[in-house]
């Protein structure tokens, strides 16, 4: 199973106790930490993190540095840690932006757990669908020009291929917390069939418990993807 969550709320949590947004941003690192642990032991073998979208650009000076700030003590807090739990990590996003010595701890990070087979965690840095949609269809207009694709011959699956997440399955269920009911620019090819689960605790206070109860709410929806199911078309005959 593939669970991707947008990280919000993380601001009001900091706001609502008259504390800086940034302490906010470092109460939901330590969740980041928490979830990560808990999630193989849960039935999650994909966890994908929203941390900071292509939009994030347009906030403060002092709160963009401040996220790549505690994203440098993520990875280097959490380096050998994610190798020792069997943890492959890879980033969904154009790193191009981002300032050399993350670009840096970003690679080290993805070759170290790249033989890693147990829980699969994305982190979407600098990630937007759309972004992701046009890198895509760049690589597959230039394949084509080059004469290696055929126009006629992509396909949804040649899509799939060339997105961040390639070899990836799609997420099956998508959490946002904080309240807030959209995607923001997350995961927009993917989420074509995901389960939506909007919470209204903050990702500061996300736990492990709160999570348990949304996986579980999950396992009790009947996903059809288009068919009628065979109980339910025998019901009607
Ligand atoms: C999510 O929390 C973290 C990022 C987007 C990086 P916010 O910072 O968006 O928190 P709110 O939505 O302002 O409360
Ligand atoms: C989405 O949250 C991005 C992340 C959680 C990284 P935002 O707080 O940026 O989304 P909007 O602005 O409320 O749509
Ligand atoms: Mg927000």
């Given at each position: 199973m593939h669970v991707g969550i947008i990280m919000d709320g993380n601001g009001r949590w900091a706001t609502r106790q008259h504390l800086a947004r940034l302490i906010g941003h470092k109460n939901g690192a330590k969740r980041v930490k928490e979830i990560v642990k808990h999630s193989p032991g849960a039935g999650v073998n994909t966890l994908t993190l929203y941390a900071f979208s292509t939009e994030n650009w347009k906030r403060a000076a002092h709160e963009v540095e401040g996220l790549m700030k505690l994203f440098r003590k993520y990875m280097r807090d959490n380096f050998d840690k994610l190798d020792e739990n069997n943890v492959r990590v890879r980033f969904l996003g154009?790193?191009?932006?981002?300032?050399a010595d993350i670009r840096q701890q970003m690679q080290d990070l993805t070759a170290l757990t790249a033989g890693n087979t147990g829980l699969n965690l994305n982190i979407a840095i600098n990630y937007g669908g759309q972004d992701e949609l046009v890198r895509a269809v760049q690589k597959i207009a230039q394949k084509a020009a080059a004469g290696e694709i055929p126009p006629a011959q992509i396909t949804t699956q040649t899509i799939d291929e060339h997105l961040d997440t390639a070899g990836q399955t799609d997420p099956d269920l998508i959490i946002r917390t904080a309240?807030?009911?959209?995607?923001?620019?997350?995961m927009t090819w993917q989420s074509a069939y995901s389960e939506l689960v909007f919470v209204e605790e903050t990702w500061p206070e996300f736990t492990p418990a709160l999570y348990d109860r949304v996986l579980s709410g999950f396992r009790t929806r009947t996903r059809r993807f288009g068919a009628v199911p065979a109980d339910m078309a025998r019901a009607a005959e």
């Open positions: 154009d790193p191009a932006p981002l300032a309240g807030e009911m959209r995607l923001s620019n997350f």
